[in-house]
């Protein structure tokens, strides 16, 4: 089967990484979707263990699909009745672009005709209830052709599951994971995020560190569907179980000058079981100092939505001063503060563009001096 990974801009090379790590090998990525081929157990294990994907998607079929006749008789060709059954609660989710099809809302009603009609000859029934299982077909149409999947994930890869309190301009937790993947963050070095907000790259860095499923404390769609093997998703928790680190750690700091927000950092850091590996503080930015050497700090500052110019440009110009001032560490951060660069100061080794929710954003990275016996070990 092919597996379809969709993930942000800027997050593409994230999913490879970490898919090579898996012994995937080096899978394409197309218009933000990394590519692979697998079976149910690499379903079950891709939901559970992908960090900075957002959804893992079953291809069923790709085809011409030039107008609406096109694409119903398309989709009305694929085998619905394997995967759903009469009690189906079929959803639609869609996009269509460079194509003559524009009309998204139009194209679903199509797709979801032919797979009802599909359905009703198939297996016999006058009617679907629609009262049971959820069933996301995704269909993807561009340059005239039509590719369809099933969402097997359901609610995005990035609702983990520990973040359940809302705080202000929330980061998602798979951009998170792909910043704290893509740092100079190993096993053993100091790390530090001094805009810690609601925790969540904190948290995302303390999983990381002890191998712990993102996957862990959800559920799928795809287990609820007849056609996936029953103890699919528990031998993919079983195997991501066997690989968790339990013994102590080095210690995290995170730290937000909001009391509020360190408040809710420390409820998910708990929730997500890693309460015990992060030390939180209520602290000014600009307090943070560590004797440590090569450590690493990665950190979402504020934007600007209720800053002004004058104080974003201060507040990023004195971020600058409190990480040049510390020996030999790395820092990364995510901004979509236009001015960002210049207000920091020093010389950024590497930009990125990625996009958080619908925010498009720089990851900017300045990279300290490496040690010389460097013991630190990449986490998978």
């Not at 079976?39 to 893992?56: I, K, M, T």
């Not at 999947?149 to 809302?166: A, I, M, P």
């Not at 928790?237 to 360190?262: F, K, N, T, Y």
């Not at 100092?289 to 990023?316: D, Q």
Request: with cysteine.
């Amino acid at each position: 089967m092919q597996i379809l990974i969709p993930a942000a801009a800027g997050v593409e090379a994230s999913v490879k990484r970490q898919l090579r790590s898996m012994g995937y090998g080096d899978c394409p990525a197309v218009q933000g979707r990394v590519s692979l081929a697998g079976d149910w157990a690499d379903v079950a294990r891709l939901n559970v263990q992908l960090r900075a994907g957002e959804r893992v998607l079953l291809v069923l079929s790709r085809f011409p699909a030039p107008d609406f006749d096109a694409l119903f008789e398309g989709v009305s060709a694929i085998a619905w009745e394997e995967f759903c059954s009469p009690h189906s609660q079929i959803m639609m989710d869609g996009k269509c672009y460079a194509s003559t099809l524009m009309a998204v809302k139009a194209a679903g009603g199509v797709v979801k005709k032919a797979i009802v009609e599909r359905l009703k000859n198939r297996l016999g029934v006058r009617t679907l209830d629609e009262r049971g299982e959820r069933v996301v077909v995704n269909f993807d149409i561009y340059e005239n052709v039509a590719t369809v999947s099933l969402d097997t994930s359901g609610d995005g890869l990035h609702k983990r599951g520990y973040r359940v309190r809302t705080y202000d301009a929330p980061l998602r937790e798979t951009t998170a994971a792909a910043m704290v993947e893509s740092s100079f963050f190993r096993a053993g070095k100091p790390f530090a995020d001094v805009f810690c907000g609601s925790g969540t790259i904190p948290v995302e860095a303390a999983l990381y560190m002890r191998r712990i499923a993102p996957g862990k404390l959800r559920g799928f769609d795809f287990e609820k569907w007849k056609c996936a093997p029953h103890d699919a998703l528990a031998r993919a928790r079983e195997e991501a179980a066997d690989g968790e680190v339990r013994g102590p750690l080095p210690q995290l700091e995170a730290s937000d000058i909001s009391p509020r927000a360190v408040e809710l950092a420390r409820f998910h850091a708990a929730r997500a079981g890693v309460g015990g590996d992060i030390r939180f503080s209520v602290r000014d930015m600009r307090a943070f100092s560590s004797s440590e050497p090569f450590g690493v700090i990665i950190s979402n500052p504020p934007y600007g939505e209720r800053l002004k110019e004058e104080g974003l440009s201060a507040l990023y110009r004195d971020f600058g001063r409190m990480y040049r001032a510390l020996p030999d560490w790395s820092c990364v951060f995510l901004s979509s503060y236009v001015n960002a660069e210049r207000a920091f100061g020093g010389n950024v080794n590497k930009k990125r563009r990625i996009c958080n929710a619908k925010l498009t954003c720089t990851l900017f990275t300045y990279a300290g001096k490496k040690p010389e016996n460097d013991n630190s070990k990449k986490i998978s």
